[in-house]
């Protein structure tokens, strides 16, 4: 089972490349155009803000939107990928930056009343948290021009690591030790991991592999790199 994360950065000629080279079975995905009828697959999208979609994208299933409660607006979507082999809860994540000063608080509070109500109405054991969400952990160590913490502050660091407290890994730490690039910003060249893969005990017991794409065609592509991870089948 192939899960992509990707920031297609409102690029219509990205689903051609998303298809030929990556072919997931699940797609989280942000900053989307509409698809293609031409594609053989199905999507959900929510608005998050002015023409930014985040989406959910399944293979051969159908997915459905989950309710949230999204008070703040900050355009979260959920869905559940169901065969006769898998049950996963998903929650795509766009970090809005609309939140700015604000976005790791209002962020965290949401993400974890999603997973409570995952596992409540749900019953979810299987989940995977996975997006742009716009926040690096060395954000606290100020290492560009600028300024997202102050002195002494560990705000993205307590962001993240409420999110492992919640029962979950961080997909890309399994197998880099290191940050991986998947942002490339216009007007600076630090390599910030912005886009992130968490998902609970057993998917990530079953997660085989996981890498950051980027090629040339990528790069003319989007300004985020995908991330692609490859899970064990039950």
């Not at 080279?21 to 053989?40: F, G, H, T």
């Not at 898998?86 to 700015?100: D, Q």
């Not at 948290?129 to 002195?151: H, L, V, Y």
């Not at 886009?195 to 592509?221: A, C, G, P, Q």
Request: charge should be negative.
């Amino acid at each position: 089972m192939r899960v992509v994360s990707w920031n297609m950065r409102k690029n219509k000629k990205a689903w051609k490349y998303f298809f030929e080279s990556l072919d997931p079975d699940i797609a989280l995905l942000q900053e989307s155009s509409p698809l293609d009828k031409e594609y053989p697959a199905n999507v959900i999208s929510k608005n998050v803000k002015t023409s930014l979609n985040n989406s959910i994208l399944f293979k051969d299933n159908v997915p459905s939107a989950l309710p949230l409660e999204d008070q703040q607006n900050m355009g979260l979507i959920a869905s559940r990928y169901q065969n006769e082999d898998e049950n996963i809860l998903l929650l795509s994540v766009y970090g809005n930056l609309s939140f700015t000063g604000e976005l790791d608080y209002v962020l965290l509070q949401l993400i974890e009343d999603s997973i409570a109500a995952m596992r409540k109405n749900f019953n979810a054991t299987d989940i995977i948290i996975s997006g742009d969400f716009n926040m690096d952990r060395r954000m606290d160590e100020n290492p560009t021009s600028s300024k997202f913490s102050k002195k002494g502050e560990t705000r993205h660091a307590d962001f993240f690591d409420g999110i492992l407290n919640l029962g979950f890994h961080d997909c890309l730490r399994k197998f880099h030790t290191l940050p991986i690039q998947t942002y490339r910003h216009n007007r600076g060249t630090y390599p910030w991991e912005l886009d992130h893969m968490f998902v609970t005990d057993e998917l990530y017991d079953r997660l085989k592999s996981i890498s950051v794409f980027v090629d040339d065609h990528i790069i003319s592509l989007s300004d985020h790199n995908p991330i692609v991870a490859d899970f064990e089948s039950k």
